[in-house]
């Protein structure tokens, strides 16, 4: 007998154990990653930010806030190198609660909350085809109205969970079992409050609803609860994402849903919990044919849902250009129909293809986070514009909700 007949048998790795070890490889290597990024507890921070940058997210001078800061008047800055006075968010917080109470007129600017008779404002981002920048869309609409002195809550209804990544969770390590809207929404006994899955975040006013596979549960475990027929009222699938947002909604002036790329029980409790909708677009003509079946798709189960109890009046539906490039010419033809077909439906603004927000991406960062130069000064000016662009109309459109 040989030396080789004397091994012992090692049956070859199956399609499974490879996909599974490669899943086990690459998660330790991102969690890796992440505390090499983000040290040393591996939680992300949020810089400061300079009295320019602070003046434009209170609506008042560079020159104001530095006479306040010479008067010993609301939190003191830090002095950096040359004189330049830095605020930390907490302290961009205080500020606005000093301001509203100095100018009572103004207060309203200065501290935008919800008043008395104001709706939830429930935002959900949809769309099922793949590469449409909907996290991104979600991702830059929440850290912009968190700035703008909004209670912001996100909620990751995506499985692969990259809105809950960009906000440094990593979903297989970090969400543990029921701490996903999973927990809040699902039909057993293990049932939990809506305020134990949300969690605070690095990003000062900006909570979380993280996101994870568990989330999938839901979608494997409707059809039977449907069957059992025992479900009625706000226990019915649809009518439990809304329930659930209601038991915290005093605490927010805005939810932002992520929904999951397909048109799942998830997506259909979002759409119905929603106030409004953003569908993002890419302007390719793949992306638009799919569109058409999302929209096709969406409107026979609105329907669905209509007829069987739901709510679907939406202050209002707005088609999101993602990934633009103006200088392309198809793209600017595509743009163009699309604003003849639906008019003022589509967004004026869109957000421009950007090397600078690409490559903040690259480090779950998003340029709100990035100090401006970080990723070539003029890339990050141009990116940066265009995204404000998007979402001022989109807070334009919840002040006139608001009647402000």
């Known amino acids: 007998m040989s ?20 899943a086990r490889v690459l998660s330790g290597q991102m969690q890796a990653l992440s505390a090499t990024l983000f040290p040393p507890a591996a939680r992300k921070t949020l810089r400061s930010f300079s009295s320019g940058e602070v003046a434009r997210f209170l609506g ?15 939190p003191t800055p830090a002095m950096t190198g040359g ?26 600017g200065f501290l935008p909350h919800r008043r008395p008779g104001d709706k939830l404002q429930v935002i959900a981002v949809a769309n099922f085809k793949g590469g449409s920048a909907k996290t991104t869309t979600s991702l830059y609409l929440a850290q912009f109205l968190a700035l703008e002195g909004y209670r912001v809550l996100a909620i990751d209804l995506d499985p692969q969970a990259s809105l809950s990544a960009m906000f440094g969770y990593q979903p297989e390590f970090d969400i543990g079992e029921g701490e996903t809207l999973y927990g809040a929404i699902r039909y057993d006994e293990a049932r939990r409050p809506m305020r134990e899955v949300v969690r605070p975040t690095y990003f000062a006013g900006v909570s979380l609803v993280p996101g994870n596979l568990e989330l999938m549960e839901f979608e494997h475990h409707t059809p039977r609860a449907m069957a059992e027929r025992s479900l009625r009222g706000g226990d019915l699938f649809f009518r439990r994402v809304g329930g659930v ?9 805005v939810v932002v849903i992520d929904c999951p790329p397909q048109l799942g029980y998830l997506t259909m409790g979002a759409l119905n919990a929603a106030t409004a909708m953003l569908v993002t677009i890419h302007p390719q003509m793949v992306d638009v044919a799919s569109m058409n079946q999302f929209l096709l798709m969406t409107s026979d189960v609105m329907t669905v849902i209509e007829e069987a109890g739901g709510q679907l009046d939406y202050d209002f539906i707005r088609y ?9 010419v198809p793209e600017t033809q595509i743009v163009a129909l699309l604003r003849n077909l639906f008019d003022e439906d589509v ?23 990035l100090e401006r130069g970080s990723v070539g000064r003029a890339a990050f000016e141009r990116g940066l514009e265009s995204v404000n662009g998007v979402n001022r109309e989109i807070l334009g459109l919840m002040e006139k909700v608001w009647r402000r």
């Open 347 to 369: 967004l004026g603004a869109t957000v421009w293809k950007s090397t600078a927000i690409a490559n903040a991406g690259l480090t779950k960062q998003s340029l709100y986070e």
């Open 60 to 74: 008042v001078s560079d020159g104001y806030l530095r006479q306040l800061s010479l008067d010993g008047l609301g």
């Open 3 to 22: 030396k080789l007949d004397a091994l012992p048998y090692s049956a070859p790795e199956s399609a499974l154990q490879r996909m599974s070890r490669h």
């Open 320 to 328: 999101v250009v993602t990934r633009h490039d103006p200088n392309d």
């Open 83 to 108: 004189g330049r006075r830095s605020y930390t968010p907490a302290q961009v917080g205080e500020l606005r609660v000093y301001l509203a109470g100095a100018r009572p007129k103004e207060a309203i």
């Open 245 to 253: 947002i209601a038991e915290v909604a005093d605490d927010f002036d």
